[in-house]
């Protein structure tokens, strides 16, 4: 158990619709990433946040956008959903903004868009 | 651009025989190099990374890499392998702007 949790494990939606991911990272951690694991485009940074400001951006696309909280938790929106967002969603947290920084990574949320 | 190649999709060896899993990097600079393991149904664990200093890296579950600038490769090795280090492992790298690039993964079988 790596203390990073994600909510929900799994999630069935349609084309079109909007949905949240949550990310609650280990206890201490002020960094939260988020990644896309897809059969189609493999493991993909998506974005970080540092102490709720964005750090640094990766394939991110515009119909998705995330947030950190000043309770340090992080949620990922994805609207307009498409049958190619069905992925599993990383979150994962580390201490500092750094990228030699250790990453821990929560179980993961799949979304399947049907 | 950045990018990282895993050329072997599915590797297969014996319970007790030595590992070497493959990862070639592009990257102007020094960077910083990963190794994840993913197990079914399970986020990713780091084995081991490397930013700088000694070229070769002890992580856990005795893994270990070596660092090639000359080749551009980070592979990871193993002297024996167990059952459970049955997953599928993934090479990463990452740069001074906190964005990183993964390998698309090499699964290994460990056969009894």
């Known amino acids: 158990d790596s203390g990073v949790t994600q909510t929900p494990k799994h999630l069935i939606t349609a084309t079109g619709q909007r949905v949240t991911l949550r990310c609650s990272p280990r206890?201490?951690?002020?960094?939260v990433y988020w990644y896309q694991q897809s059969l189609d485009q493999g493991l993909q940074f998506l974005i970080q946040?540092?102490?709720?400001?964005?750090?640094a951006k990766g394939n991110i696309l515009e119909r998705f956008s995330a947030q950190q909280f000043p309770d340090l938790h992080s949620e990922l929106n994805l609207s307009s959903l498409e049958l190619g967002d069905s992925a599993l969603y990383f979150c994962?947290?580390?201490?500092?903004?750094?990228?030699?920084?250790?990453?821990?990574f929560g179980p993961g949320t799949r979304l399947t868009v049907l | 651009a950045q990018s990282v190649t895993q050329p072997d999709i599915h590797i297969t060896v014996s319970e007790g025989a030595s590992l070497e899993l493959r990862c070639n990097y592009s990257?102007?600079?020094?960077?910083?190099l990963f190794w994840y393991v993913q197990s079914p149904g399970q986020g990713l664990q780091l084995l081991l990374k490397?930013?700088?200093?000694?070229?070769l890296v002890q992580g856990i579950k005795g893994f270990e890499a070596e660092f090639k600038r000359s080749q551009s490769s980070f592979n990871l090795r193993k002297p024996s392998v167990h059952w459970s280090d049955a997953a599928e492992y993934f090479c990463?790298?990452?740069?001074?702007?906190?964005?990183?690039?993964f390998g698309s993964g090499t699964k290994l079988n460990v056969k009894p």
């Open positions: 994962a947290s580390s201490v500092g903004t750094g990228a030699i920084d250790t990453q821990y």
């Open positions: 990463a790298v990452g740069n001074n702007f906190n964005k990183f690039y």
């Open positions: 990257y102007g600079a020094t960077p910083y």
């Open positions: 946040y540092y102490n709720g400001e964005e750090r």
């Open positions: 206890s201490g951690d002020l960094s």
């Open positions: 490397y930013f700088s200093g000694d070229t």
